[in-house]
């Protein structure tokens, strides 16, 4: 959820001559664009991390917490949004919707939990 934006980025750059029709539709305004690119980019680097995981344990196991407050500040940015005065759309409020639930998965899963808990064995 957190890398949504970097997702559009590469779905733009494929679709060479469509990519700025697809930006516009996604993110009317660039600013917004520029500013959610910035959450994915925790998310990045646990992706790229993961497999290295068990050389940095101590850092692994504080990547969860940084990948809690990126959903928090995802969440505390769309409600901003809003309140500003967005217009609240299907698509948005699914975002929303969607970013409640990542944020408490993150939270609350024991599985997640384990998967940043590395065993010392």
């Known amino acids: 959820m957190q890398a949504r934006t970097w997702f559009v980025l590469v779905l733009a750059a494929a679709s060479r001559q469509q990519g ?9 305004d660039r600013d ?9 980019v925790p998310a990045a680097l646990a992706f790229m991390i ?28 769309q409600l901003w949004l809003l309140w500003q005065g967005e217009e609240l759309t299907p698509v948005t409020l699914a975002l929303l919707i969607a ?15 384990d998967y940043f808990t590395l065993s010392r064995e």
Not at 99 to 113: K, Q
Request: hydrophobic residues 55%; contains cysteine.
């Open 32 to 40: 917004n664009f520029w500013y959610g690119l910035l959450p994915g």
């Open 20 to 28: 700025d029709a697809i930006l516009g539709v996604f993110y009317p």
């Open 99 to 113: 970013d409640i639930f990542a944020l408490w998965w993150l939270c609350t899963s024991r599985r997640l939990h």
């Open 50 to 77: 993961s497999g290295r995981r068990h050389l940095y344990p101590r850092l692994w196991s504080a990547w969860r917490w940084v990948l809690i407050a990126a959903q928090a500040g995802v969440l505390a940015w």
